[in-house]
């Protein structure tokens, strides 16, 4: 045991590679495409550190070359998932111990990993599976998830400085201690940096960790099992768990030791699974945290005095970069009628520059969604609008899915601000775009504040500084993360800590000491050095 109060190391924002021609980075990257293109994996339950093969199996396909299998997985039932609770509550004991510099340290070897071996490991299988750009997983698999690692212990550090007073007689301290129980995470295809944050932003803080992963997202986290276990993670600390969500879900809401939820879904699952805990209350050793970040209906706003070719700029990236297929994605747009005309060329423009096809091919912008599902489900949205009196198509709406779930990025125009593809959340890479009158800005505003259930994020295009505080007081409550002059997606941990209210989650702030502190259940702890040895006060004196 060392005798010393440790500081650890500065957390920096792991540096984005450009991957642009001729550079070492997109070689390597590209190698690696073509090694994993080429394997078919056989991937594992992954419970107590070892190994665990069902025979029920599942294909990872490319979403592009949806024909192309990359590995067979092992999907549990509901008695691996209860070895994974008993392997969680086994590892607790000697986790929670670890002292909590002993923690940070696997943790910023994580982030030093991912750095360098597993880069182009990770970068490569979120290519593939999950049919991101190279730029796309540059910034997801790579940056924000080492970003996440490195910051976690940061705020770890942050969290457990934060003491109370004390006096020259008395000695106040708090004990930050891991929940009594294990935490379940569920997390989503579209990041894998989601998909490594739920799991060990609880496990940083001692708490040990049923994992759920999506189906369509398992050949990237498998990666990053392996990677933990190279960092030197305890065995049990986090166990994976793939299979289907409703009965994983049932056998882990259902158990004593349940203690924390950690999802990212969608909204009906995360109000489904709400339900499901406050009906399992009085199962429980305590009352489970629940940390949610759920949908999002997320809104481009420009006034008239906005720049459009900033704000055409911020649609097309924000709507359209990985195919619409993050909760942050633009999907909503109002646009000033004295500056539509303007603004629809600028936006018609940029689409037409942008290549759709295999991620291999580092020339295409734009690459497939994730499944079938999301392919017809989307579709559904594109005719609707396409047979609709108040609505029309201004780019894209056709949809092959033949080799690949491709959809062409679609802008609809309509006259409706409560048209349906402005309310619900589609996923995809449509953008709906509604034009409203100059002299109506207040009415708009009321709109777009009651149009969607959801508040994500939003940002608004002005040039005008009263009219942008204007703004940003009028829609206070739509957006978690509000931009200004600037696209409503790609946060930064340690720089815009992410969440949203409303449908759209708990708001607990992934990137911040605000999720890290909901892991943890505080002891606060007094110790006297003279406490009194009689029962004596003054006022009991007589006169």
Not at 395 to 405: T, V
Request: hydrophobic share 40%; charged share 20%.
């Amino acid at each position: 045991m060392s005798n010393a109060i440790f500081s650890l190391p500065e957390s920096v924002n792991e540096p984005i590679n450009p991957y642009a021609p001729g550079t070492r980075e997109r070689a390597l990257l590209k190698a690696e495409l073509e090694r994993q293109y080429h394997l078919e994996l056989d991937i594992p339950l992954i419970i107590g550190g070892q190994e665990v093969r069902t025979g029920k199996t599942q294909k990872a396909v490319c979403p592009h070359d949806h024909g192309h299998v990359l590995a067979r997985f092992h999907e549990a039932g509901e008695a691996e998932v209860r070895m994974a609770i008993d392997a969680a509550m086994a590892a607790k004991k000697a986790w929670e111990a670890t002292p909590w510099e002993d923690r940070a340290a696997i943790f910023h070897k994580m982030g030093s990993l991912i750095s360098s071996k597993y880069r182009y490991i990770l970068n490569a299988a979120t290519m593939l599976n999950q049919s991101k750009s190279a730029f796309q997983a540059e910034i997801d698999s790579t940056c924000e998830t080492a970003d996440f690692l490195r910051f976690n212990a940061g705020f770890m550090e942050q969290i457990y400085r934060q003491q109370p007073i004390s006096d020259p007689h008395v000695w106040n301290r708090v004990h930050y201690r891991a929940l009594e129980g294990f935490v379940f995470a569920v997390t989503p295809f579209n990041f894998t940096a989601i998909a490594a944050n739920l799991p060990t932003a609880p496990a940083i803080m001692g708490n040990t960790v049923v994992w759920k992963p999506a189906s369509t997202s398992i050949l990237s986290n498998y990666y990053l099992m392996q990677l933990y276990k190279e960092a030197g993670l305890p065995d049990g600390v986090i166990n994976f768990v793939p299979g289907r969500g409703s009965m994983i879900g049932k056998v882990a809401l259902e158990d004593r030791n349940f203690a924390g939820l950690h999802f990212t879904g969608s909204t009906g699952v995360f109000n489904s699974m709400w339900k499901t805990i406050s009906g399992n209350l009085e199962r429980y050793r305590s009352y489970p945290r629940i940390v949610g970040e759920t949908g999002g209906k997320d809104y481009v706003f420009m006034h008239q005095s906005g720049d459009v070719a900033q704000t055409a700029a911020a649609i097309v990236r924000a709507g359209f970069e990985y195919q619409g297929q993050k909760c942050s994605a633009c999907s909503r747009v109002y646009a000033p009628a004295s500056r539509w005309p303007e603004l629809k060329e600028r936006l018609l423009g940029l689409l037409a520059e942008i290549r759709m096809g295999d991620v291999r091919d580092f020339r295409n912008y734009f690459n497939a969604v994730i499944d079938e599902a999301a392919f017809d489900n989307t579709m559904k949205y594109i005719e609707l609008a396409r047979n609709a009196k108040d609505a029309e198509i201004l780019a894209g709406g056709k949809g092959d899915k033949s080799k690949g779930w491709f959809i062409e990025p679609t802008l609809i125009l309509t006259t409706n601000p409560k048209f349906v593809s402005m309310e619900e959340e589609i996923f995809a890479p449509v953008v709906t775009i509604f034009v409203y009158d100059d002299a109506q800005l207040d009415e708009t505003l009321k709109i777009l504040d009651e149009t969607s259930p959801y508040a994500l994020t939003g940002a608004i295009f002005a040039r005008d500084r009263y009219v942008i505080n204007h703004l940003t007081e009028a829609l206070a409550n739509t957006a978690g993360n509000f931009y200004i002059n600037d696209k409503p997606t790609g946060a930064v941990v340690g720089h815009q800590p992410f969440g949203g209210s409303r449908a759209s989650g708990t708001n607990d702030k992934a990137g911040s000491f605000l999720n890290l502190i909901r892991w943890t259940s505080p002891r606060t702890i007094k110790e006297s050095f003279t406490p009194p040895a009689d029962i004596k006060f003054p006022f009991l004196e007589a006169e």
